[in-house]
């Protein structure tokens, strides 16, 4: 193929990629699509994972001779998450065979990219921080989008150093930093604009402290449920940071810190030790058992986990399996209670069992009744409220009365 039909090609799949974008939920704004047609996605992901069936990661590079470059470049620009890491192992290192594991890097989805650099109201001069480097492609888009310095910090030394040099290859010369992304970076503050791309249960205050007055900054939190969201903030002069939920729900990985805590970063600094639960867990004596009206498979329904986890208390670690036709699900608290909740086939009572000092389940079961109460409340009528000591979610109920929970 000649360069200028490869050029060509090259140039189609960007056009491709911003087309799924706007035919999707996002409203993608002129400045946001020129962005993604102008920075190429490719050079930052040459390889990544694709999943096998078994949950065996197998890595997929360009040119690796399986004779499918078309195939390569249509999931790069398919506007899929695409996983870089397994359990710290880069797909570049990765043996051919593939690996397991849990994924601890990836490139962002394109789509949520978008609505995360629109919510951020980029200008031309802003200084930008961004949490957790990843492969370099979104610090690519920053620096496309504002002349501004660009700080992106990552602790993990081999991203950093394969992305400052993708980066400068692109002609971007953000300050690529080898750090623990959960305490920001003080040297090039203070900051007008923040973009975390890993997700924590509570907004670290160095971010905080590390912007301006008037800052916006966007966050992904999660804590052990899926369904996790996007808090937009700005900074008030009171060293607050107030905002709202977008509408987006989104998963990201923890955020990893050197300290113990969670890419960019692993767990956040609110996460408990599974190793350190399990032996307080059989410490403990079984309490009871009984019927619950609610399965666990509730919790795979993102409208509803993200708002049972503010009725989670920090620390509270969830698993399930899914097998022959039995779905088990655990909740386990820092203090070593354990609830396991069993379905053994659609229909089927579901079964209840808990050890320690407190049935996990019915606070989900709470949280449920709840939810249906307030009419299955959508995220983005949730505000958040960041300050020095405490930080709060709360929801305004049509009756006037406001809702409070402690992140």
Same mark, same amino acid.
């Given at each position: 193929?000649?360069?200028?039909?490869?050029?060509?090609?090259?140039?189609?799949?960007?056009?491709?990629?911003?087309?799924?974008?706007?035919?999707?939920?996002?409203? &993608?704004?002129?400045?946001?699509?020129?962005?993604?047609?102008?920075?190429?996605?490719?050079?930052?992901?040459?390889?990544?994972?694709?999943?096998?069936?078994?949950?065996?990661?197998?890595?997929?590079?360009?040119?690796?001779?399986?004779?499918?470059?078309?195939?390569?470049?249509?999931?790069?620009? $398919?506007?899929?998450?695409?996983?870089?890491?397994?359990?710290?192992?880069?797909?570049?290192?990765? !043996?051919?065979?593939?690996?397991?594991?849990?994924?601890?890097?990836?490139?962002?989805?394109?789509?949520?990219m978008?609505?995360?650099?629109?919510?951020l109201? /980029?200008?031309?001069?802003s200084?930008?921080?961004?949490?957790?480097?990843?492969?370099?492609?979104?610090?690519? &888009?920053?620096?496309?989008?504002?002349?501004?310095?660009?700080?992106?910090?990552?602790?993990?030394?081999?991203?950093?150093?394969?992305?400052?040099?993708?980066?400068?290859?692109?002609?971007?010369? !953000?300050?690529?930093?080898?750090?623990?992304?959960?305490?920001?970076?003080?040297?090039?503050?203070?900051?007008?604009?923040?973009?975390?791309?890993?997700?924590?249960r509570?907004?670290?205050?160095?971010?905080?402290?590390?912007c301006?007055?008037?800052?916006?900054?966007?966050?992904?939190?999660?804590?052990?449920?899926?369904?996790? $969201?996007?808090?937009?903030?700005?900074?008030?002069?009171?060293?607050?940071?107030?905002?709202?939920?977008?509408?987006?729900?989104?998963?990201?990985?923890?955020l990893?810190?050197?300290?113990?805590?969670?890419?960019?970063?692993?767990?956040?600094?609110?996460?408990?030790?599974?190793? &350190? &639960?399990?032996?307080?867990?059989?410490?403990?004596?079984p309490?009871?058992?009984?019927?619950?009206?609610?399965?666990?498979?509730?919790?795979?329904?993102?409208?509803?986990s993200?708002?049972?986890?503010?009725? /989670?208390?920090?620390?509270?670690?969830?698993?399930?399996?899914?097998?022959?036709?039995?779905?088990?699900t655990?909740?386990?608290?820092?203090?070593? $209670?354990?609830?396991?909740?069993?379905?053994?086939?659609?229909?089927? !009572?579901?079964?209840?069992?808990?050890?320690?000092?407190?049935? /996990?389940?019915?606070?989900?079961?709470?949280?449920?009744?709840?939810?249906?109460?307030?009419?299955?409340?959508?995220?983005?009528?949730?505000t958040?409220?960041?300050?020095?000591?405490?930080?709060?979610?709360?929801?305004?109920?049509?009756?006037?009365?406001?809702?409070?929970?402690?992140?």
């Open positions: 193929m000649s360069i200028r039909a490869d050029e060509q090609r090259l140039i189609a799949a960007r056009v491709g990629l911003v087309e799924g974008i706007a035919q999707g939920d996002v409203v &993608l704004p002129a400045r946001i699509a020129e962005a993604f047609l102008n920075v190429a996605r490719h050079p930052f992901v040459p390889v990544f994972y694709r999943r096998e069936p078994g949950d065996l990661f197998v890595p997929w590079r360009s040119g690796d001779g399986s004779g499918d470059e078309a195939g390569w470049l249509a999931a790069v620009y $398919s506007g899929a998450s695409l996983i870089t890491e397994i359990d710290g192992l880069h797909a570049e290192n990765a !043996p051919a065979s593939g690996v397991r594991g849990v994924p601890t890097s990836s490139s962002t989805a394109p789509a949520l978008a609505d995360m650099l629109d919510a109201d /980029l200008r031309p001069d200084r930008v921080l961004e949490v957790g480097t990843g492969s370099g492609y979104n610090a690519a &888009l920053l620096s496309w989008l504002t002349k501004g310095r660009v700080t992106t910090v990552d602790h993990t030394a081999h991203l950093v150093e394969t992305a400052r040099e993708r980066l400068g290859t692109q002609g971007f010369s !953000p300050d690529v930093i080898e750090g623990d992304a959960m305490h920001g970076w003080a040297a090039n503050a203070p900051y007008d604009r923040l973009l975390a791309s890993a997700s924590v509570r907004v670290p205050r160095a971010w905080i402290d590390q301006s007055v008037g800052a916006v900054l966007v966050v992904p939190l999660k804590g052990t449920l899926a369904g996790g $969201s996007i808090a937009w903030l700005k900074k008030l002069a009171d060293g607050r940071a107030v905002g709202r939920l977008m509408h987006t729900p989104a998963a990201f990985m923890p990893l810190s050197r300290g113990g805590g969670g890419s960019g970063g692993g767990i956040d600094d609110h996460a408990g030790d599974p190793t &350190l &639960l399990q032996e307080v867990g059989r410490r403990v004596s309490l009871g058992e009984r019927v619950s009206p609610l399965g666990g498979r509730i919790l795979d329904d993102w409208t509803f993200f708002f049972a986890q503010l009725h /989670l208390a920090p620390g509270t670690v969830r698993s399930f399996d899914h097998r022959d036709g039995l779905h088990t655990r909740l386990r608290a820092a203090d070593g $209670s354990t609830t396991t909740v069993t379905e053994v086939a659609p229909g089927a !009572p579901v079964q209840v069992t808990w050890t320690g000092s407190h049935d /996990l389940w019915a606070d989900i079961e709470a949280a449920h009744d709840l939810w249906l109460t307030l009419n299955r409340p959508r995220r983005e009528w949730f958040v409220d960041v300050a020095p000591d405490d930080q709060h979610v709360h929801l305004r109920t049509p009756t006037g009365r406001t809702l409070t929970w402690t992140l």
